[in-house]
């Protein structure tokens, strides 16, 4: 019998005492953990061992570094690289390219809404995917990056009018910035069909479209073309369009939108599960019951509040509540509408329960879906896992923090099919989060929206810090820093690969 490989004899860091939840969903246990360059090499007892840093642990948790499995930090990942929103809550590793828009391959000084939500235009300067990938390999970001294409960016690229169904020669064109994204790096492409830009794109033109994605065994990911009233038409039409490419199915952000909806998530987590018994899916969401995007009426009359983030043509509006700015504007809706545009508001349109029910499913990972660039941005982009930590797991008591961690890790590695990430063992990539499981909280609201999280005390990715927490016993508001290590990795979809191939 071959016995295990015998512990290194040093480390560069141990974590003495640490809580670990591993992220596999096991039992908390105390244990050392250590680290040699970026990987994890032993766990348990590292008595015998000697190291460069040793970190006392006792009394804190640590867990795998948490996956933001639904992001559109694709531009703030070049221009803010200490991603200082992100590593302040444990995170590690964001999935960009959401809700079919990324900011790579376009080029444009005027993307038109939603493109807009990822930044100033000055970010929409790749003609290729593998160009934007390479300028993140170039100059590495705090946190590793899962990259997604959207399909809405390659609708504005190749179509100069897009309120129609894309034409055969469109489609190829497309078709062929999926196959040299995929071959670029890309894990899949994402497609958002709620939004104008690729309202008028039909299943079969998706489907042929994102061909090449079921050629090297990526994922599809839908923000839904409609998560109020035909939410389970439009659940249908994704489920279709993942077995037409035999691949997995990620539901964006999953939500019953708009009060004659509450409630329903019973409903579409039931089709999702009998679904899932039969092709690979899977959801994510965040802890709020409100939503944040473009400004649009259809959400405003769905939503018992709206609050305007940013107008371009109105800038005073920032911060304020439509309705309010009507009645002082003496403007009925189309026309603030008209003299806002373009602009992004929250939208306070879910159920807390449905909120709650979507969190607890087996299948959802968690992502802020937050908008960076925003000057008042809804509370997710600071605040989403230290909220869920706070809130769902320790007052609210929905999960246990183990099933937590787990959906913050380990089963976003395994849906994205991350190799050796997600969990605490010998072996893995050292990314990982030390956090007060008792103190974590969130501290970003919807009134005052840039505000750091406490309680995560320290972020490592790749095995070096890039977050480090210092709070004295009994303070609050411990101030926080982003380390410059710059160790994030853009991530290879080597595993989805294996994966599609050990199916057939
Ligand atoms: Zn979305």
Sequence with gaps: ??????????????????????GTGAARRIADVAVAGDRIVAVGDCDGMAADHTVDAAGRVLAPGFIDAHTHDDGYLLVHRDMTPKVSQGITTV?????????????????????DLLG????????????????????????????????STLRVRAMP????????????????????????????VSTGTFYPPAAAATEAEIIAVCAPVRTHGGIYSTHLRDETDAIVPSIEEALRIGRALDCPVVFSHHKVAGKRNHGRSAETLGLLADAARLQPLCLDCHPYPATSTMLRLDRVRQSTRTLITWSTGYPAAGGRDFHELMQELGLDEDALLDKLRP??????????????????????????????????P?????????????????????????????????????????????????????DLVLFDAQRV?????????????????????????VW????????????????????GRVLRRLAIANRSAARH
């Design 1 to 22: 019998m071959a016995s295990p490989s015998p512990a290194p004899r040093r480390a560069d860091l141990i974590f003495r005492n640490a809580t670990v939840v591993d």
């Design 95 to 115: 999935v960009t390219g959401n809700c079919g828009i990324s900011v790579a391959p376009l080029v444009s000084n005027a993307p038109p809404q939603p493109l």
């Design 120 to 151: 100033p235009p000055a970010l929409f300067r790749f003609d290729t995917f593998a160009q934007w990938l390479d300028t993140l390999r170039t100059a590495p970001a705090n946190v590793n990056v899962v990259p997604l294409l959207g399909h």
């Design 161 to 188: 009018e897009l309120d129609r169904p894309a034409s055969d020669a469109e489609i190829a064109a497309m078709r062929d910035e999926v196959r040299l994204a995929m071959e670029a790096g890309a894990f899949g």
């Design 343 to 376: 602009a992004a508001a929250i939208y306070f349109i879910m159920d807390e329960r449905d909120v709650a029910r979507i969190a607890q499913f087996p299948l959802t990972m968690f992502g802020s879906d937050g908008l960076p660039f925003d000057p008042r």
């Design 378 to 430: 809804h509370p997710r982009q600071w605040g989403t896992f230290p909220r869920i930590l706070a809130r769902m797991v320790r007052e609210d008591q929905l999960m246990t923090l183990e099933a937590a961690i787990h959906k913050m890790s380990g089963l976003a590695a395994q849906q994205y099919g991350l190799q050796d990430r997600g969990r605490i063992a010998p072996g893995a990539f050292a």
């Design 441 to 465: 909280r969130d501290r970003a609201t919807f009134a005052d929206p840039l505000q750091l999280s406490t309680g995560i005390h320290g972020v490592w990715v790749n095995g070096a810090r």
């Design 468 to 487: 480090e927490q210092s709070a004295p016993a009994g303070a609050e508001d411990a101030a926080g820093s982003a380390l410059p290590a710059f160790s």
